[in-house]
Each structure stands twice: as C-alpha cells, then as structure tokens.
C-alpha cells in the first residue's frame, strides 16, 4: 500500500528545495511524536537529529509501548536510507503524565532547515492518558489543553518566527486548540495547524469564535474513510476525508492512510455511510443525554475498569484475565444508586444509536435505496 513509509522509500532523497515541507512530511514528524524519543535526549534546549537516533538498532527501544509499534519500527528502519530529513533536528521535548490531575501531554519541536514544526503527541498507553480523553466528554477543557497553549507560545517566544503545527488524534485536538486559544500575534505567525484525525471538542463556542472564523482557512483538518474519532463531539466544518484501509478503528491508524502523489493525501469526496451514522448517534448523545449524567457514568466507569492510575493498556494485555476479574470485582463495589445510574446510562447510549439507525433505515426505505440498506446492516454486525 502506498502510505508514510511507501513515502520515505520513493521520496525519501528529494530536498527540501525541490520538493517543499508539505502534509504528508507533518504527517511523519506527527508520527515520530509517539516514539519514546524521550530517552535519547535529557535536555530541553539540546538539539537531536532525527536520524541520529530513528537507527534500526533503535528500532525496538523507540517503538516500544506505542500504540502503531509494528508501523513505528519500520518507520526508525527506513528513516536512515533517506537523505531529505538528514538535517532535521528536534528541542524542546516535554513529557507530562500526572496521575492526580489526570494529563498525559507530550509535545516537541522541529527544526526543519528554515521551518519550525511543533508536534503534539496523541494518546499514549497509559491510563492516565485515556482518562483524560474520556474527560473531554464532558469538561471544555482538560490539562493537555491548558498545557498545549503554554508551550505554544513558549517557543514563539523563544524563536519569533513563523510555525507550524500539528498532530495525530488527541495530538490534532491539542494542535487545534492551542491555535484557537493562542494570542492573535501568534496566531497570525502559525503558517498551518495540522489537525490528523483529532476529535472535536464538548465546547461548540470554540467553532464559533471570532479566532476560529478568521483563521479556519490555516486549519488543515483531515480524517478517515470510516471516520470514528474526528467525529466525537463537536468538530471543524471543513474536515477533508482520507482514502484509508482497515475496518473502522483501524482507519485511524495512519499507517493505513493512502497517498496520492509525493505531495498529498489521497482524498475522498465524503465519509463512509457508517461514519455518518455515528457522527448523528454522537451529536445526539451529547445534545440529548445530560452533561452530568455523562460525567457521572464516566466516572463510574473509571471507578470500575482502572484499578490502577499509574498502569497502562500493556499492563491488561499482559495479564487480561487479572483485569477481567477486577473489573467484575469493583463493579460489586458500587453503591446501589451507582449500578442504577450505570445502567441506566448504557441503555439510554444504546437508545441513542438504536433509534438513529431506525430513522436512518426507515429514510433510506422510503427512499427505496434497499442495496444501502444491507450494507448498513452489514457494517453494524460484522
């Protein structure tokens, strides 16, 4: 398949000057965002070339514990054959995990001949990372937020120079909110916010905002054929839909993301019907389900399935039958008014997206569009 890597071994020796930093080259920075690049520097301020540690003896060390390992190793072995990014180096690398205010943040910036290129990484595999992305569910703003802002203008400051900057899922959703709530002086100096299937946001006002409507044209928002999660909640009215592979969730993996020429993405002209149908059972549940009713099944189920704040997802899959039997313990630990309200929110969710697809195929019926009905059905039970 023609994706990233495919990039790097046909492109991978053209420079800069003859074919210029375009999506697909922030799409590979946004990437190497998620590698453990932390251990190969101890230094804010110290410069680190990339191809000084993408090694294939680092192969395993970088990719470890990261939710694309397979697709993150070949990356660090085919990044060395290339000449392109021989003069690519990052600073500035900060990794947050705080586990009593509940933030995974991590961000880094590169230095890409005349271009600065800030990168935020998306959900790592801790705990506390994905806790925090259910925390969007239901607070307007959460930590990594706060903290995507702050560093931000903290390397403007430092540089005084145009930038640009970018990430992947919850990465795109910090990219995009740090230039939505930046100053207007470094707003107007952010050449481009590459937003690689980000969610959206709980607060609708944020897509409303002046900052929002005069800087939408620098927002580079892109998402999958069967998009799942750049349609959570409230996002950007311009998405651009990528030519993926993999069956929903896997669509999110931008290893499976298709090029078009050495320049782009390939596009599509719209979503699958799947995704759209989720996108309406998503904008119901958060339009029709109480706020605090969310947060409070959230809560109740962070009570349940993360024993530990400080363990991550390698944790249960190295012991599943150990976090299966946690799970069935603490659910009996809930109160009485808590295993109501439990339940009674998972039958509401499960109401939202039933009655979504009724209407749906009942529309499609009167339609007479019977083919695309099975498919729906298809999709729903495979």
């Not at 697709?71 to 021989?86: C, H, Q, S, V, W």
Request: proline share 2%; net charge positive.
């Amino acid at each position: 398949m023609k994706n990233m890597l495919y990039y790097l071994k046909k492109y991978g020796n053209l420079s800069f000057q003859a074919h210029p930093f375009n999506e697909i080259d922030a799409l590979i920075l946004s990437q190497i965002s998620y590698l453990n690049v932390d251990l190969f520097t101890h230094d804010y301020n110290e410069e680190v070339f990339v191809k000084d540690i993408l090694t294939p003896e680092n192969a395993k060390k970088l990719a470890f514990a990261s939710m694309t390992r397979a697709g993150n190793e070949k990356l660090a072995k085919i990044f060395p054959k290339t000449t392109r990014y021989d003069k690519v180096y990052f600073k500035h690398v900060e990794n947050k995990i705080n586990y009593e205010n509940v933030e995974q943040f991590f961000a880094m910036t590169f230095f890409v001949e005349k271009l600065i290129f800030i990168a935020y990484r998306g959900t790592d595999l801790t705990i506390a990372g994905w806790q925090e992305d259910f925390n969007m569910a239901f607070s307007e703003t959460v930590p990594a937020q706060t903290d995507s802002v702050i560093y931000l203008n903290k390397i403007y400051d430092l540089y005084h120079r145009d930038v640009l900057i970018g990430g992947h899922s919850k990465g795109g959703n910090l990219a995009l909110y740090a230039y939505l709530n930046t100053s207007d002086d470094i707003r107007n100096h952010v050449s481009c916010c590459y937003d690689f299937d980000g969610p959206g946001f709980i607060d609708k006002s944020l897509l409303e905002s002046e900052n929002y409507l005069k800087g939408k044209d620098k927002i580079k928002a892109m998402s999958s054929t069967m998009s799942v999660v750049a349609m959570l909640m409230y996002n950007v009215d311009n998405i651009i839909f990528l030519k993926t592979s993999g069956f929903t969730v896997l669509q999110h993996n931008p290893y499976n993301w298709h090029i078009q020429s050495k320049r782009r993405l390939k596009r599509i002209n719209r979503n699958s019907i799947t995704s759209r149908y989720f996108t309406k059972g998503v904008d119901r549940f958060f339009t029709e389900l109480d706020p605090q009713d969310i947060k409070k099944f959230f809560k109740t189920l962070y009570f349940i399935a993360m024993n530990d704040p400080k363990s991550s997802l390698l944790d249960i899959k190295a012991h599943p039958f150990r976090f299966i039997r946690n799970v069935h313990q603490r659910r009996k630990l809930l109160t009485l008014e808590q295993a109501k309200h439990y339940s009674m929110m998972k039958k509401k969710i499960k109401k939202v997206f039933t009655d979504v697809l009724k209407e749906e195929i009942e529309r499609k019926l009167n339609e007479g569009h019977k083919r695309k009905i099975f498919k729906v059905f298809f999709r729903f039970n495979k």
